[in-house]
């Protein structure tokens, strides 16, 4: 997982609420388990056209202005529904590393944690002022600094959110699961050469 540092992008806007899991990765392209390659198929129904190839002029990520975007800012309950972990692989393989909105469903803000992507909790008045500015001036660039917890705006606007300090480290550190077990390498090992001595008819071949 890429460690998450301070970035100043390009904020896209998607003014809906209760975009669910099968919105954000459709259940017809959940067939591979590898991360990669799901952000072609990211908002897949609303991106393209009924032919599934030509692009929707009217789906708002598709905004030239929105391109190259590393952060999404969207409406109440981002990521409602299944469970689906393709949802935050989809993102990240998308580009966008950070998530704005009011409330996230409970197991997408997890996972998102897990897979390099940091969802901010705004309230319901930051979320307006932010969603207000890039409409009057689409393609503005946000700055994320996730050491000092902030979100800062060329208008002005300054968001200190909170975070728990565990996911924090592991963000900076782009450490997911594997790479926090992998921290332990000696510890396992030394575990599994004194396992070998005691019980070595376990080990055997």
Known sequence: MEKYTKHTSVAALMNRSNVDTDQIIAKQFLKKVERTGFGVH????????????????????????????????????????????????????????????????DIFYNNCFKNGILPIVVDADTLKALMAEIESNEGVSFTVDLENQTVSTPGGIEVKFEIDGFRKNNLLNGLDDIGLTLKQTDKITSYETKHKEKFPWLWAS
């Not at 002029?57 to 202005?65: A, I, S, V």
């Open 42 to 105: 990211l908002f897949h129904d609303w991106r393209y056209l009924e032919d599934g190839v030509t692009p929707n002029p009217d789906f708002e990520l598709n905004n030239p202005k929105f391109e190259g975007a590393k952060v999404l800012v969207a409406g109440d309950n981002f990521g409602c529904g299944s469970s689906r972990e393709h949802a935050p692989w989809a993102i990240d393989d998308y580009g966008f590393n950070t998530v704005i909105s009011t409330s996230f469903a």
